[in-house]
């Protein structure tokens, strides 16, 4: 879309000025004259003819409309660049706002008005953002700032706030001289202009620069969990450390491995001595437990370690790269100027470390894994410490910091016994220890260990092993909580939130979260930092113990309340992002069912992405269990969510077991659903037939339910398919099927089938019709209440293609633009790799390379994330831009 310069182009800025709201035909007037309107009798009948051409070239991105109010312009979220910028920066995100800002302000805009009393204020808005993006980078740069802050200065002479940034950043750098000067610059320069003297800002800068004390970055992380408070024993595996730590102080990074059994300690251990060390390490520790040999959760992505350890060393979590590849060379990057301890904790292998090992000089990483690492050990040169359980008198000390000396002299026969017992395990010691701090004598805690048998606890198998161990500290706890606890071993895992604890045990929301709160201060269970919960592997493995201990009925009930719960919450998120999803009546859930709270779209579809990995596992559950009706909901559900992510095996995977669950209740509804969604992964996936086969038989579902909405929908997945095997005359014949119905059609399906009609009269040569049908299409659109939806980016598309054919490059831009923007709006990542190639392509043709450059860099981010098949093709077209 190209607005031809003139008194159309300066309504447009007026009314985008103010998005939203109607402006009186007088101020229009007054603005788009520029103080000189024709005369009165004409002006309002000129204006409307200036409307109706800026109409005519905004084209299917008109969003001028008409009231008796005045005019205004009607912008959606995310289609406004100052909108968004000052979105972006209510929520602190400065630098991403300024990203926004491309060239001077209503630069190609010629109004005296506008530039007198409106480009002002929007300066004003860009110079306040910069200050505070430049006081946000002063945390982490010095020297690279002082240019940027020179060329401001100048800029802005009588900018008080660039003037003490610049003097922060010189003196940061280590040239407190250069600082002095530049404060004696502004002095002068302020009493010159102004006859005034230096502000707040500037005469705390002088006084920082005059103490000669240079700030310390804020963004210093001390992810460290506290050391345990009665650590004892040890002392020979603390002294190690301590020699590897200070055998080879000029290797760029040391490595030291803690390995042995699970229960053995290793994580006391490297936390006591990680705390003994800390101050070593000025620029901050990190610390991740990677949950590697969790036997019912995955191991933790280092990739995803490596975002999160970035947010902690201050980068915004919006602006990380998207690539695997990219996200560890930032991490790396960001780490090789810093001074850091790094504590990677329950490590499954070497894989799994040795991206999150840093480069450069200073850095020290700590591993602990039951997993013996002997890669390590030999390509990166870690230095092994082997943690065994402890010996007698390791084990007695350990019981005496705790409890106390006296108990244990006054006791020695009950100490031997349970000793002998614990078989000199930590873990299994520090439980007893606790037990008997709460007054229990130690002869029958050695009685209660000797009668339940605790041959368990052989050090060779401890995954068994302590099971017995975890029964005493149930114990200790409240009857309410050892019942969530028991029936917490239902749960698939890994995490679970206060809502699935509720459910499972049949308690309100309170009483779970006072229950895992009781659980959580004996250990029992752990919360972590996203205010989920977890059960760590040993514990889940007893908690299913003692759940098959209850009643087939109570067993039944709580996996019922569990099924209750998952389905209709996600159902309940599924209404929330798929304003138009359609369902079938399904049965309320229990009375002691607790649904998930989402109360908008944004917490809906965070709750399936936190959620997607537990909602996989409770579907396998559900499989197990014959629930057929909640297994195809459950998937289907989950098929959007997982497709915009690219996750096309995981929805493979479940939507084939909910399709033969829908066909074993002879359920039309749900079959179709299910082939519908399944044909659309098998035609991501470029499996043809398959996607045909499941498609063909979604409409003869639709034309048995009568359903002409479904069938439109259905008859658009085939013309896709169709135009992605080249068939375009078959894509186009079976659109037309469907024409002489389309009456009948709701406003959403409506534009959804001129789109994809526009499409296939746009692939059969005949343009101008498709030019028209898309701009029906968003005729119905606009009509439409609902939330975006893939019809509305596909539409945009397809004004792109035929616009690009006909080489209108400057339209095809706008195209597809709007195109990538409802992608974006729509979190659908699958999609926009393919849509952002196509804006860049346009945008070569105008001549824009150095946006299609980036938007090139993002596609392929993406593209290499999904192993999209147009990987290569979007490598080579960034290559050759890349000199240009």
Not at 485 to 508: C, D, K, M, Q, Y
Not at 656 to 672: E, I, W, Y
């Amino acid at each position: 879309m190209a607005v031809p310069a003139g008194r159309g182009r300066v309504l447009l800025a007026t009314l985008l000025l103010r998005a939203n709201e109607f402006v009186p035909v007088d101020e229009l007037v007054e603005r788009v004259w520029d103080g000189e309107p024709p005369a009165p009798g004409r002006a309002h009948k000129t204006l409307q003819t200036v409307v109706l051409r800026l109409r005519q070239a905004l084209g299917a991105a008109n969003c001028v409309r008409t009231s008796s109010r005045g005019y205004s312009a009607e912008v959606g979220p995310g289609q406004l660049d100052l909108a968004r910028f000052r979105e972006l920066t209510a929520r602190g995100e400065h630098r991403a706002a300024l990203e926004l800002w491309r060239g001077p302000v209503l630069g190609n805009v010629t109004s005296e008005a506008l530039h007198r009393d409106d480009v002002p204020r929007l300066v004003e808005e860009q110079v306040v953002a910069l200050e505070r993006r430049i006081d946000e980078d002063l945390a982490r740069s010095t020297d690279v700032l002082v240019p940027e802050l020179w060329s401001l200065v100048r800029q802005h002479p009588l900018r008080e706030t660039f003037w003490a940034q610049l003097m922060l950043a010189l003196h940061r750098a280590g040239r407190q001289a250069e600082a002095l000067t530049v404060y004696q610059e502004v002095r002068e320069h302020l009493a010159d202009e102004l006859g005034v003297d230096p502000g707040q800002r500037l005469r705390e800068a002088h006084e920082q620069v005059l103490s000669g004390e240079v700030p310390a970055s804020p963004v210093v992380p001390r992810q460290l969990p506290p050391a345990h408070p009665h650590f004892a024993g040890r002392e020979h595996e603390l002294a190690r450390l301590t020699e590897i730590a200070g055998a080879r102080p000029g290797e760029p990074v040391l490595i030291s491995a803690i390995t042995g059994i699970g229960g053995v300690g290793k994580t006391a251990l490297a936390v006591q001595w990680a705390h003994q060390v800390a101050d070593r390490f000025p620029d901050g520790q990190l610390y991740v437990n990677l949950r590697g040999f969790d036997l019912r959760a995955e191991p933790l992505d280092p990739v995803a370690v490596a975002r999160d350890f970035l947010v902690a060393l201050g980068a915004p979590a919006n602006e990380l790269p998207s690539s695997s590849e990219a996200v560890i060379a930032e991490y790396r990057s960001l780490l090789a100027r810093r001074r850091m301890l790094v504590v990677l904790d329950n490590a499954r292998d070497v894989d799994q470390v040795r991206p999150l090992l840093p480069g450069g000089p200073g850095k020290l990483v700590l591993v602990t894994s039951r997993n013996r690492l002997s890669g390590l050990v030999v390509r990166e040169g870690a230095q092994p410490t082997a943690l065994d359980v402890m010996d007698e008198q390791a084990a007695t000390d350990l019981l005496t910091e705790r409890i106390g000396a006296a108990r244990i002299t006054a006791e020695p026969d009950a100490v031997a016994r349970l000793l002998e017992r614990c078989a000199g395990l930590p873990l299994a010691l520090g439980i007893v220890a606790a037990r008997a701090a709460y007054g229990d004598p130690l002869a029958a805690l050695a009685e209660e260990l000797e009668q339940e048998r605790l041959d368990a606890l052989d050090i060779d198998d401890p995954t068994t092993g302590v099971r017995h161990v975890f029964s005493w500290s149930l114990r200790s706890v409240s009857e309410p909580a050892a019942e969530v606890f028991v029936v917490l071993g239902r749960h698939p895992g890994p995490e679970f939130t206060v809502e699935a604890a509720a459910s499972l045990a049949a308690v309100s929301g309170a009483e779970a979260q006072r229950a895992l709160s009781e659980l959580t201060a004996c250990s029992l269970v752990t919360r972590t930092n996203t205010g989920r919960y977890l059960l760590h592997d040993l514990l889940r493995d007893y908690a299913a113990e003692r759940f098959g201990e209850l009643s087939q009925e109570r067993q039944a009930e709580a996996q019922q309340r569990m099924f209750d719960h998952y389905v209709h919450s996600s159902l309940k998120a599924n209404r929330m992002t798929e304003s138009r999803a359609v369902w079938t009546p399904l049965a309320p859930p229990s009375p002691k069912a607790v649904i998930a709270p989402v109360p908008d779209v944004r917490a809906a579809k965070d709750w399936f992405r936190i959620e997607q990995s537990v909602l996989l596992g409770v579907l396998t559950e559900m499989v197990a269990a014959g629930v057929d009706d909640f297994v195809w909901r459950l998937a289907y559900t989950l098929h959007l969510p997982l497709l915009r992510q690219g996750l096309l095996a995981e929805a493979e995977g479940a939507e084939v077991l909910a399709l033969a669950a829908a066909q074993r209740r002879n359920d039309v509804f749900g079959q179709q659903r299910l082939h519908r969604a399944l044909g659309g992964i098998y035609i991501a996936k470029r499996a043809f037939p398959e996607a045909e086969l499941h498609l063909r038989a979604a409409l003869r579902c639709e034309e048995e339910m009568d359903n002409v909405n479904g069938q439109a929908d259905v008859s658009r997945g085939l013309a896709h398919l169709y135009e992605e095997m080249g068939h375009h005359d078959r894509s186009l014949e079976t659109l037309s099927r469907l024409y002489p119905r389309i009456a009948e059609l709701d406003v959403f399906q409506r534009g959804s089938y001129l789109a994809s009609y526009a499409r296939a009269l746009h692939q059969a040569g005949e343009r101008e019709h498709a030019i028209e049908l898309c701009r029906e299409a968003e005729a119905s659109f606009e009509l439409d209440t609902g939330s975006l939806a893939v019809p509305h980016a596909n539409n945009a598309e397809t004004l792109g293609d035929i616009y690009m054919e006909l080489a209108r490059y400057a339209e095809a831009v706008d195209s597809y633009r709007l195109s990538v923007d409802r992608l974006r709006a729509m979190h659908h990542t699958y999609y926009l790799g393919e849509g952002l190639v196509r804006l860049a392509r346009a945008q070569i043709a105008v001549g824009e390379v150095a946006a299609a450059r980036e938007h090139l860099a993002e596609a392929l981010s993406i593209y290499e994330k999904l192993r999209h098949r147009g990987t290569d093709e979007a490598r080579e077209l960034l290559a050759s831009v890349t000199n240009v």
